[in-house]
Nanobody
Framework: QVHLVESGGGLVQPGGSLRLSCAAS????????MGWYRQAPGEQRELVTV???????NYSDSVKGRFTISRDNAKNTVNLQTISLKPADTAVYYC???????????????WGQGTQVTVSS
């Protein structure tokens, strides 16, 4: 089993910054990719950013230049550093990981429980 736990969410002012973290634990053999999704009330969940074990990254247009994803492979953690936050960034942010677990050949997708980010004055 694999557990993903997010932390770092909260209330921030427009233009502020926030650092989100996600830690993976369990019977992990390897993690090929980790990323962040977000879902605002009444909207579809969308991909924010992803990083592979090799360090390749991808960002949605709405956050490019403001959000930075990083990963510590040794600790099975991923971070999301955000700057210049806007009210439109308000959402529940979910950690996602592609994980190969003990006894499995292919990787599986796992989700964290989410952490609330609210950008408001």
């Amino acid at each position: 089993q694999v557990h993903l736990v997010e932390s770092g969410g909260g209330l921030v002012q427009p233009g502020g910054s926030l650092r989100l973290s996600c830690a993976a634990s369990g019977s992990i053999v390897s993690i090929s990719a980790m990323g962040w999704y977000r879902q605002a009330p009444g909207e579809q969940r969308e991909l924010v950013t992803v990083i592979t074990s090799g360090g390749s990254t991808n960002y949605s247009d709405s956050v490019k230049g403001r959000f930075t994803i990083s990963r510590d492979n040794a600790k099975n953690t991923v971070n999301l550093q955000t700057i210049s936050l806007k009210p439109a960034d308000t959402a529940v942010y979910y950690c996602n990981a592609h994980v190969v677990v003990v006894g499995r050949y292919n990787d599986d997708h796992y989700w964290g429980q989410g952490t609330q980010v609210t950008v408001s004055s």
